[in-house]
């Protein structure tokens, strides 16, 4: 789906990077660098989304770099593969805090992850981005240093609440993977069908991954023959929800996460994908900043959702350097009071780049970071404001979209 662009194009993305560097700031002989971490998931669970999120962080570090550095200091990054797994993660955060001294960790994706490490974090001063979406993450941040880049859990279920009612189902059945980003989920999803009429006619229940067999939990999850089942799940577990569901004979709509729905998903499945409904948060396509983010990631605009995570990690990076710019300090504290000023508030200068941030910055003027994943406006727990929702169905094996939210901000 993803398509390269042109030698010519990237050839001009590699000449605007040379100009900005033309006239940046140099660096500061001598000076420590600013350490970063980047922990994501490259493997596991979230191994479909961790590699572009890294590989975001690490395009804005070099344009950083190349640029003069911020505060005349080279900023240094240190990446960490998170196996979407929270022992792993734990370990991986340790490290980074106390060997590579970082003053934030940028990129993890589950939330069992993001809440894991959160103690070590908090315990250390050290700032979290994420894209994570359980609602424990803003109860569990005492220091009012993680920002989020995700729509927490129950916008996602009102969201694909609001999407499948469109299509005119009135009775659904509810079931999860039991963990950290699901629970809220159906909540929310069950509060919006029953307040706009419809009904939840099971009593909703969790499932643990890695069982070898999912009958029992799809025979209940069928029984009463509801109009449709809404599913929230990793791409592992569901895939065998999925095939027990088609194997029980049900002819009713099923509806998941896009997250668990991707190529591997499909590949397993085959033609039995057919049908089947996803949403998730997108990016907005159509903006500046997502433009550029193809741009930079060498990929060609084809109108369809490509990267939503790998957005986020250009916005998180993004983020950070320019409110340590702003707060011209390493503090975190500081940086973590800058991050609002430099994304959050009318009445600034719009810009849609690191580069065009630094540069407004240092021309004394206030800021507003518009990203390529939402318009990066938080709330004051350092949770994203909005995100655009898609409501896809699988129709001959390709993603097909069917249903779009936009976030009116």
Known sequence: MNKLITRRRALQGTAAAFAATAIAPKLVLGADPINVGSLTPNTGGGGP????????????V????AAGGVLGREVQLTQENSETNPETAVRAADKLINVNQVIGILGTWSSSVTLGIMPKCQEAGVIQMCTSSSADIPAKDEKGLVFNFQALSPVW???IADLALRRGFKTFSLMALNNDFTGSMIDAFAAKVKAKGAQVINEPFFYN???SSYRTEVEQLIAGDPEAVFIPAYVTDFTAVYKEIFRSGY????????????????????EAANGLLHGVPVPPIGSKAYAMYLQEAGLEDTGEVQHPFGTAGRDQMSSLLLAVEKAGSTDTAKVAKAIWEVTTGPGKKEVFSVLEGLEA????????YSGASSSVEFDNEGMVLGRDFQLTEVQDGKDVVVERLEFKG
Do not use: M, W
Request: cysteine-free; charged content about 25%.
């Open 49 to 60: 989304f961790g590699p572009n999120i890294a590989a975001a962080h690490r395009r804005v």
């Open 62 to 65: 070099e344009e950083v770099n």
């Open 157 to 159: 279920g009102d969201a």
């Open 209 to 211: 991954g890695g069982q």
């Open 251 to 270: 002819e009713g709509q099923v509806i998941s996460v896009s997250i668990a729905t991707g190529d591997k998903f499909k590949e397993a499945v085959g």
């Open 361 to 368: 910055i240092r021309a004394g003027e206030e800021i507003n």
